[in-house]
């Protein structure tokens, strides 16, 4: 694909349908996704997926996801953004 963005389809048949069944299945407190560098938040689904993983997954009240789910994300502190916590730039150094 000339802009490196996933086809539809993967998204639609592979990608949205796995991550509920592994949600389901597994229950996890953490999701770390990586989403952010080549497509946006709708090409991914991720608002779809992260109002699902918020307010009906089986783990709802435990879940917690980081920042990168696509590359149209809001800046944190603007109150649009997806994600419950910055998990920074790859290869980020701690001071």
């Not at 086809?7 to 990608?15: I, K, S």
């Not at 949600?23 to 996704?33: H, V």
């Not at 997806?82 to 998990?87: A, L, N, T």
């Amino acid at each position: 694909r000339p802009n490196g963005s996933p086809p539809r389809r993967y998204v639609d048949e592979v990608y949205f349908p796995e991550a509920l069944e592994i949600n389901r299945r597994y229950k996890p407190d953490l999701i770390w996704s990586d989403g952010d560098w080549n497509a946006n938040s709708s090409v991914w689904r991720s608002p779809e997926l992260l109002a699902w993983l918020y307010n009906e997954a089986p783990n709802c009240r435990d879940v917690l996801v980081n920042d990168r789910w696509g590359s149209d994300n809001p800046p944190i502190g603007s109150g649009r953004h997806f994600g419950g916590y910055f998990s920074g730039a790859d290869r980020q150094q701690a001071d």
